[in-house]
T-cell receptor, first 113, second 114 residues
């Protein structure tokens, strides 16, 4: 089955700096890689996703990159703001299938004012 | 118009009791899930149902029994609650197919076993 590893487990950055969270996956058949943000006491919510037919996707201050050969993908947040503080989860699965999402272990991001 | 709803939001109970958590989605999705999130925040898949059929049952004690009366509902019944069952339980749903796989989560149920 799929195994997803996520690093770092905690990350503190100064407001305005960039943050990078990295994940690796094991199953080369996986082709869909979403990122979820979970604020304190709230539900996880999708913030961005990428499919294996593209290498990079951007949405305002967040971007995700994918290296299929190396089987790793990363989340980049630029110009961080205090409201970016949350736990971020990466995940991987085979898109369109009933296969479960396999989640990484999460990264607690703290943006210091 | 809540997409995925769960009840109750909070559940405090004694060890040994039996309790249920209900989940409903109005997105028309064909797959529903239960996750357990412990104090370390790890999201652990417990069950997955596709069109009312169980397709994933991770290593979960048989004290946990999911029930899916229809595609829009997936309830979780827990017998003989133990201290280690204390966690936040999230229900989620998704739609298989070319446009699918985004999982929508419910608000969570915080279970505290005393």
């Amino acid at each position: 089955g799929e195994n997803v590893e996520q690093h770092p487990s905690t990350l503190s950055v100064q407001e305005g700096d960039s943050a990078v969270i990295k994940c690796t996956y094991s199953d080369s058949a996986s082709n869909y890689f979403p990122w979820y943000k979970q604020e304190l006491g709230k539900r996880p919510q999708l913030i961005i996703d990428i499919r294996s037919n593209v290498g990079e996707k951007k949405d305002q201050r967040i971007a995700v990159t994918l290296n299929k050969t190396a089987k790793h993908f990363s989340l980049h947040i630029t110009e961080t703001q205090p409201e970016d503080s949350a736990v971020y989860f990466c995940a991987a699965t085979l898109r369109g299938s009933a296969r479960q999402l396999t989640f990484g272990s999460g990264t607690q991001l703290t943006v210091l004012p | 118009d809540t997409a995925v709803s769960q009840t109750p939001k909070y559940l405090v109970t004694q060890m040994g009791n039996d309790k249920s958590i209900k989940c409903e989605q109005n997105l028309g999705h064909d797959t529903m899930y239960w996750y357990k999130q412990d104090s370390k925040k790890f999201l652990k898949i417990m069950f997955s149902y596709n069109n009312k059929e169980l397709i994933i049952n991770e290593t979960v004690p048989n004290r946990f029994s999911p029930k899916s009366p229809d595609k829009a509902h997936l309830n979780l019944h827990i017998n003989s609650l133990e201290l280690g069952d204390s966690a936040v339980y999230f229900c989620a749903s998704s739609q298989t197919g070319a446009s699918g796989n985004e999982q929508f989560f419910g608000p969570g149920t915080r279970l505290t076993v005393l």
